[in-house]
């Protein structure tokens, strides 16, 4: 079966630092692989997906993760942390394809940023 | 709408009670999904519809809880003598394209 692990349900950073959110899958297939942000009081919102094209994969509001088969790891980073990145971030697997049928969430991270 | 809605966006109801909730996805989008968020549990699947395929219900916690999503979009989750165990968020997803597109979800409190 597959499952996402995210360490560390809460990180903090100042602003302007950089911004390490990991997590670790379990696939027996090779894996789609998406990271949501939660902000307060909305709904998830599409970071970014790798879908076997390039490892690196960009995202929206300066973020980007590295997919690495080797670690079976594909953490979100961003160089630099601002205020409004607070929010709780979720990493996800889904070997149904892209379609993300039936995705499994990791158990999410809240981020802070410290001012 | 430009998005997923749903409603009502917070229930709060008696251990015992019958509640319905609704989804409105992306008019044109095929696939529904509802999720549940409970606190310290992260997003849970509950069950999946594409297009007139019967639905994937694997998620489903018990069989006090059905939906079902008529004419291809709309989607009501229905929960019988809820139980304090169900309180939660409750979201519902749309996609097309393979991109989700999530609502804002409904607060589900069960006293």
């Known amino acids: 079966a597959q499952s996402v692990t995210q360490l560390g349900s809460h990180v903090s950073v100042s602003e302007g630092a950089l911004v390490l959110l990991r997590c670790n899958y379990s696939?027996?297939?090779?894996?789609?692989l998406f990271w949501y942000v939660q902000y307060p009081n909305q709904g998830l919102q599409l970071l970014l997906k790798?879908?076997?094209?390039?490892?690196l994969v960009k995202g929206i509001n300066g973020f980007e993760a590295e997919f690495k088969k080797s670690e079976t790891s594909f953490h979100l980073t961003k160089p630099s942390a601002h205020m409004s990145d607070a929010a709780e971030y979720f990493c996800?697997?889904?070997?149904?394809?892209?379609?993300?049928?039936?995705?499994?969430f990791g158990q999410g991270t809240r981020l802070t940023i410290n001012p | 709408g430009a998005g997923v809605s749903q409603s009502p966006s917070n229930k709060v109801t008696e251990k015992g009670k019958d509640v319905e909730l609704r989804c409105d996805p992306i008019?044109?989008?095929?696939?529904l999904y509802w999720y549940r968020q409970s606190l310290g549990q992260g997003l849970e699947f509950l069950i999946y519809?594409?297009?007139?395929?019967?639905?994937?219900k694997s998620g489903l916690p018990s069989d006090r809880f059905s939906a079902e999503r008529t004419g291809g979009s709309v989607s009501t989750l229905t929960i019988q003598r809820t139980q304090q165990e169900d309180s939660a968020v409750y979201l519902c997803?749309?996609?097309?394209?393979?991109?989700?597109?999530f609502g804002p979800g409904t607060r589900l409190t069960v006293l």
């Open positions: 996800a697997v889904s070997v149904t394809g892209q379609g993300a049928q039936k995705l499994v």
């Open positions: 997803a749309s996609s097309f394209g393979g991109r989700m597109y």
């Open positions: 519809f594409q297009g007139n395929s019967a639905p994937d």
């Open positions: 696939s027996s297939v090779p894996p789609y």
């Open positions: 008019s044109g989008h095929t696939a």
């Open positions: 790798y879908t076997s094209a390039a490892t």
